[in-house]
DNA sequence: CACATAAGCTTATGCGCATAAGCAATTCTC
DNA sequence: GAGAATTGCTTATGCGCATAAGCTTATGTG
């Protein structure tokens, strides 16, 4: 691959990343939400209550970003935080009755950002699309030694 | 497309954006550079002198992102700023000599990221990822009026 | 030419996300 | 079961990028 090819693929990884999060952004704003806290009412949505450190692994956010996106949702009273039972460091978090409906709200707009976005393509790339963009992130995603927590695997720097 | 589709790709969207800049990062961190700036140095070792009005609109981001940007990359003494002659409101950004060795490096790093990018997909996938991200890039960007500057069309907030 | 509008840049401020460092609780190892 | 290592979370701090507001210079309009 020559520069040319590379910088048309990274600087169209970057673009997009910076207009569809600032179009996600946009849509999301009426609904009083900032990009990222969208991603963890979808995640609880999806899966129902999880501890923040499984939330972080689902949404690719470090465990002090998970801190304080849950203390925003907590405040506004779209989600509630409790002790786990199981134990006692982790932290339970859940959709209240208002977190729930706002999610449904959330779908709506993620629907029409997804359609908006592949607008114009032909439906067998918008199909592909996904798979594509979960193997690139795969392929540059940090390494995981296993089930174990992920390592700083360079001492070098 | 059902809410499934649609979150498979807003959500794969979001987590290659967040992997691949993470990745840049670590690369370009032992250049002394962090995310954003070397777009900078790469746009103007493409282009040669700009002022920060085109950079704004060739890296897709705010004018001010470009001050702070410029600021910086001005400080650590890649770039050299100076007054337009023709327009005395603008600056010309230019690559110092410093700064296109320091481009160089960051051409080497970024073939290297987009290889790692597309590692193991069929070549002929890998070829048409750009324009696949370009069109969904458009498809999201803020519209233009025509050659005037972007406005916000909405009134209602 | 005077005045209003637009364009280029900067400062101030806020949010998301990161790393570094530290505390509390759990689990591993002997 | 005691000490070590790991895990979960939090606080502190820094960077990138955004919007809001303001200054200076250019340009359009009478």
Redesign the pocket.
């Known amino acids: 691959m020559d520069f040319a090819q590379a910088d048309a693929l990274n600087q169209a990884i ?1 673009l997009l990343s ?1 207009r569809h ?2 179009r996600a ?2 849509l999301i704003a009426p609904l009083g ?5 969208e ?2 009412l979808l995640e609880l949505d999806r899966t129902g209550p999880r ?6 692994e689902a ?14 949702l907590e405040a506004s009273g779209h989600i509630r ?1 409790s002790p ?1 039972p ?8 859940e959709l209240t009755d208002s977190g729930r409906e706002l999610a449904e709200r959330v779908k709506e707009v993620w629907r029409g950002l997804a359609e908006e976005t592949v607008a114009g393509l032909p439906a067998a790339a918008a199909a592909e699309i996904p798979g594509l963009l979960a193997a690139m992130t795969a392929n540059v995603a ?1 390494r995981r030694t296993g ?3 992920a ?2 695997a360079d001492s070098g720097g």
């Not at 939400?33 to 806290?37: A, R, S, T, Y």
């Not at 501890?51 to 972080?56: G, P």
């Not at 949404?59 to 925003?72: D, F, N, Q, Y």
Request: charged share 20%.
């Open positions: 970057r910076l999060r600032a952004a946009a939400l900032h990009p990222g806290q991603a963890l501890i923040q450190a499984q939330l972080s949404l690719g956010v470090e465990p002090p970003s998970v801190t304080l996106m849950a203390r925003k935080r786990a199981s134990d006692r460091r982790a932290s339970i978090v940090p089930p174990g927590r390592r700083a």
